[in-house]
């Protein structure tokens, strides 16, 4: 079942190294002028200041952002930040890839984590005015089995079930499985990595791409061999791991809350550069938010999800490499400038 939260709860003005400025009400400060401070006519953002000749005030933008995102390693790399900052119920975690989709198309959310690919092709198609921020993850994806002798080659000839149809997760596989000259028998797309993990658990035959943290959760409860795919592509490519899912921020958040977008983006460099430092803290954090799969199994699942913060525009040439792998799935051609932030 899907689980879907969302709510309006205001963002909490919390000074911290993990979490930015963001408030819930109008903060106004004045100078040593005796006349009484006016109250401001507009709300500007987190950051702007207002001043006159005679008085010195700043306001707070009180709209609160709000997002969607898939579990897994997306929403970790967010939990650090809405557990701190105290606005889990702003985000809205999806388990269907299909509601991202219509979150892009009807526009109604300020954030939407998402496969790189498909945010650049509704873009692409002009049925998206969302914008890629930045890079969270970097790959967490496993090829997995239940068989005592499960190797890459277990995969020639065999029934393999996948999710992510038409996502990065395939494009990658595919360009794995070419580069490896291996080629599946019978191939089954689920709707995402919860469905295989089930396939995982409950067939003791099956091969499944199944992707942290449902990896790690499965391995407590059966005995699992499973092979990185992140490591194959890098020794391929040559090139590190590839981009897998971002950040991308709607056209009308940007025009109106501008402030807040932008320290929402620092906020989550923030917290996905805790991680790297904290792991505890972390799955802590990552349990508090989506309430699954337990602070042991996340502790051994965080590392192999692969999340790091990076500036959309920076990776460019990574992203790019990617796209290039299959181009339907970006639109036809690569991601112009335009779209990023």
Sequence with gaps: MKKIFLSALSLLFIGTT????????KATTTTATPTTTPSPTTTETTSAV???TSTSTTTVDEYVLKGIMPGGAPAVSFANYVTTSNT???YTVVSDTTLLQQAFAKGEMDIVVAPINMGANLYSKGKSTYKLASVLTWGNLYFASQREDFTLASLNNSPVTFFGENSINMAIVDYVLTSKNITTGERTYLGSTSNTQEK??????AIVLVAEPALSAAKTKKTIKSISVQELYAELSGT???PQAGLFVSASAVAN???????????????????KTDLDT???????????PGVPVLKNAIPGSNIDYKKASDVKEKINAVANLKLALFGGALPQDEFYY
């Design 200 to 205: 995982l658990l409950t067939d003791a035959e």
């Design 240 to 242: 590190g791991s590839y």
């Design 282 to 292: 972390s799955a802590a954090s990552a349990f508090a938010f989506l309430g699954a």
């Design 50 to 52: 207002s001043t006159t």
């Design 18 to 25: 993990l979490v930015g400025c963001a408030g819930n009400g």
């Design 88 to 90: 889990k119920d702003n």
């Design 257 to 275: 809350h501008k402030g807040l977008v932008d320290q929402l983006l620092v906020d989550i460099k923030a917290s996905c550069d805790l991680i």
